[in-house]
């Protein structure tokens, strides 16, 4: 039996979707310069939310540690915005620091090609090689869990201990121009929002082709019971490297939008906290709903951006309670709010419950 | 059951909606009140209103709490008096949570939804780099308070903390003369011990001074006993501490423990002021030096009744400190230069502000038009078993600041290229 692929729940899903995509291009007619900003970096959040979303609600890996994939590409894209903004000479930090000519890694980030695929490129291998030694011995859950948080700890050591070559704990900012235009221009910046705009839809057009693809499928049959794909005769470390590279990949690509809106990398952003953060976006948002991870990463940014300037000294105590809320009543997050209202209406409504527990919301 | 747990998440739906609504409506407040102060500036109407950017959470807020305190209280004394130009400041108070992103998202908030006129705030060096291209940008004026590494010269921040050659190199100037040749530099591991050991090092080849060691710790450490035996092992007339927060407290406990007093081995902080020895225990820093440009017992009848009217808004157990007095004349400066300029306008101000003289705290300063930096007096003290300073020295005038150490021929490497 064929199953009709246009279901009313189908159709409306990509009308919601397409509302929103155009909501999000028009954006620069009705938010100011500030809010559009925000909003950039927002959607550059939520593409890391993606990733996340892709290891650990999809296949059941949590990262602690996608702070280093996203600072590493938040650096590529540094190291060519620095080297743009000083004019053929050595960067200001690396003349204090008593270097006398720019170091060799450094050169070819000259070129914004080629810092662009070293932006995702080094990220995704790294998460390529980590996954490499760790799923393929058959190393997971917890004790994965803390090898990426050493993964943060020695990225944040190495950064801050080599000032000559990295910037030390000021990290790399001062920036002016990419690839020829002003960055503080308010057209270019509007062009940077669209741009980054763009690379989420297709990053979430890409997952969630992944996520329904056999490749998907796969990914949450090794989430439920890894041993049981492995019976079957897959190889899961083969699947669990190739998510967790793409996963990093896209934290690589976020990092890279991240800082064309904010006009700074340091050590911090690849810290143990923002790399709890992220996953909580997903946690928040609903894990295992790419849209979930989208809207967690947007809403709990915006909220936190909202609620710290409404209240400066008290912020993190309204965040923390929402928090523990969420976490207490709503466990599938914003997304799970949806699907609970659908349920809702559909209950008053009197129509066939099973349909609610359908999976693809 | 079923009904009983639903009935909780409606309940719990309706408190998400109420925080949403509240936010959403603090929302609609915000660009109704920029509009009373009058849309394009922060001066028409009859307020004026000023940012205040500090960490008020995490690591840093247990310094750059009091700063925030000390700039509130000098727009309130400010207002008391009738305020600038006749209109009263409102500050609008932002928290920059010790993450120097949130730094620079802030200080564009402040600048563009809220149009001040200007903003205090900052402490890291971290936290002004991030900063700094948005004041570029959008030519919006900072004031910094907070002694610093030097090596920089931005149009849009005025430097009211000491730079290098207020600070550091006068200090090893005098250990060179009084304390010895053999140096020991410890630091923690970032940009501002980095420098200042870097500065330090070139001025004792120039000088004469010799160079046992060079430690740095992350930030945060709090084991030095290895480090101890190494400063014993070495020898040295001086140990040149860079350390900044909770690590001084381990250190100097442990110097402590070890058997090290002040009276064996001569210890000078940059980092340690009267708020850090609450922490430390006046008992285990006694002795002890440091370099400031301020102290709480600095002799001064404006300081007098500076510290008596922060004691009397923020409690007697408080006390006043370098960076903290810094804030506060930071914001009577912008006031004076403002008053002078007769606009908010920032080119007018800072064009005002050159040259412009105040009887702070610390003594007379002065804004050096060039530089953006204050001129100010160099003091080195010693902590006393009360917790307060004793001033052993100071340079009898305020010196003009020289955040390249241009006027150094040792530093010529260091500020090569500027």
């Known amino acids: ?321 929402l928090f523990v809320v969420v976490v207490v009543f709503l466990p599938n997050g914003v997304a799970g709010l949806f699907s609970r209202l659908t349920s809702i209406k559909r209950r008053v409504t009197g129509h066939d419950q099973e349909a609610v527990r359908n999976p693809a919301v | 059951m079923k ?7 409606y309940s719990v739906l309706l408190m998400l909606a109420l925080c949403l609504g509240l936010t959403a409506c603090g929302d609609k407040d915000e660009p109704a009140s920029s509009q009373t102060s009058g849309g394009d500036s922060a001066a028409s109407g009859d307020t004026i209103k000023v940012g205040i950017l500090h960490s008020l959470s995490g690591t840093m807020s247990i310094s750059e709490v009091s700063v925030k305190d000390s700039e509130m209280m000098a727009i309130d004394e400010i207002n008391a008096k009738g305020g600038v130009l006749g209109k009263k400041l409102v500050p609008v108070v932002e928290d920059g949570a010790s993450d120097w992103p949130t730094f620079a998202e802030k200080a564009r908030k402040l600048l563009s939804e809220d149009k001040v006129a200007t903003v205090f705030g900052g402490w890291t060096s971290a936290s002004r780099k991030a900063m700094l291209p948005v004041f570029e940008e959008l030519n919006g004026l900072l ?24 600070q550091i190199v006068p200090a090893v100037s005098w250990l ?24 330090i090092k070139e001025q004792l080849k120039a000088e004469g001074g010799e160079l046992v060691g060079e430690e740095y710790t992350p930030l945060g450490h709090t084991d030095y006993s290895t480090i101890i035996t190494k400063i014993k092992e070495a020898k040295p007339d001086v140990v040149f501490n860079t350390l900044n927060g909770d690590s001084n407290v381990a250190f100097f406990k442990q110097l402590k423990d070890a058997g090290i007093t002040s009276a064996d081995l001569t210890t000078l902080s940059v980092s340690v002021a009267e ?29 007098k009744t500076f510290v008596e009217n922060y004691k009397k808004k923020y409690g007697d157990d408080r006390v006043t400190a370098d960076p ?52 100010k007096t160099v003091r080195i003290g010693e902590v006393e078993p009360s917790g307060q300073f004793k001033e052993l020295w100071n340079s009898g005038e305020p010196v003009k600041p020289d955040p390249y150490l241009k006027s150094f021929t040792w530093a010529a490497s260091l500020s090569s290229g500027n």
């Not at chain 1, 062009?191 to 297709?202: G, R, S």
């Open chain 1, 1 to 321: 039996m064929k199953s009709n692929p246009w279901t009313a729940a189908r159709i409306w899903t990509l009308i919601g979707y397409a509302a929103a995509s155009a909501a999000l291009f028009a954006a620069p007619l009705y938010l100011s310069d500030f809010r559009l900003n925000l909003l950039a970096k927002f959607l550059a959040f939520a593409i890391v939310a993606l990733g996340l979303d892709l290891i650990w609600g999809y296949t059941g890996i949590l990262s602690l540690g996608h702070g280093v994939f996203f600072g590493l590409g938040g650096y590529a894209m540094a190291m060519y915005l620095k080297l743009e903004a000083s004019g053929g000479r050595m960067p200001d930090f690396m003349e204090w620091s008593g270097l006398t000519a720019l170091p060799a890694f450094w050169k070819p980030f000259e070129s914004l090609g080629f810092a662009f695929a070293a932006g995702i490129l080094i990220p995704g291998l790294l998460a390529l090689f980590l996954g490499y030694v760790t799923f393929r011995n058959r190393i997971r859950g917890v004790y994965f869990t803390i090898l990426t948080q050493a993964l943060v700890i020695i990225a944040t050591t190495l950064l801050i201990g080599q000032q000559a070559y990295t910037g030390g704990t000021n990290g790399v900012t001062g920036y002016s121009k990419i690839a020829g235009y002003s960055i503080s221009n308010p057209d270019t910046k509007q062009m940077l929002y669209w741009i980054t705009a763009a690379f989420l839809i297709v990053a979430f057009i890409v997952c969630r082709f992944l996520v329904a693809s056999r490749f998907g499928k796969v990914l949450r049959a090794i989430r439920d019971g890894e041993n049981r794909v492995r019976f079957i005769g897959y190889n899961p470390a083969l699947y669990q490297m190739t998510a967790f590279a793409i996963s990093g990949a896209l934290a690589g690509l976020a990092g890279m939008l991240f800082i064309l809106h904010v006009g700074i990398i340091s050590p911090s952003m690849l810290g143990i906290v923002p790399s709890i953060e992220m996953v909580l976006w997903v946690a928040i948002g609903g894990r295992g709903t790419m849209i979930g991870a989208v809207l967690g990463a947007v809403l709990m940014n915006w909220g936190k951006s909202e609620i710290s300037a409404q209240y400066p000294d008290a912020w993190l105590f309204v965040m923390g309670a």
């Open chain 2, 3 to 9: 009904k009983k747990r639903s009935m909780v998440h």
């Open chain 2, 143 to 166: 004031w910094y308070p907070v002694q610093y590494e030097g090596l920089e010269q931005s149009p849009n921040i005025f430097y009211t903390g000491a730079t290098t050659n207020q």
């Open chain 2, 176 to 199: 060179l003369e009084n304390r010895g040749k053999k140096f020991y530099l410890l630091g923690s591991d970032y940009v501002f011990p980095r420098t200042a050991n870097k500065i």
């Open chain 2, 275 to 303: 708020e850090e020895i609450r922490g430390i225990g006046a008992d285990v820093l006694a002795g002890h030096l440091a370099a400031w440009n301020y102290y709480q017992t600095t002799d001064t009848p404006a300081n």
């Open chain 2, 324 to 375: 903290i007095e810094a804030g506060y004349d930071a914001v009577y400066l912008w006031a004076a230069a403002v008053e002078k300029a007769g606009s908010t306008d920032v080119d007018k101000v800072k064009e005002a502000a050159k040259g412009l003289e105040w009887d702070a705290p610390e003594g007379k300063v002065k804004i050096d038009g060039d530089t953006q930096h204050l001129y």
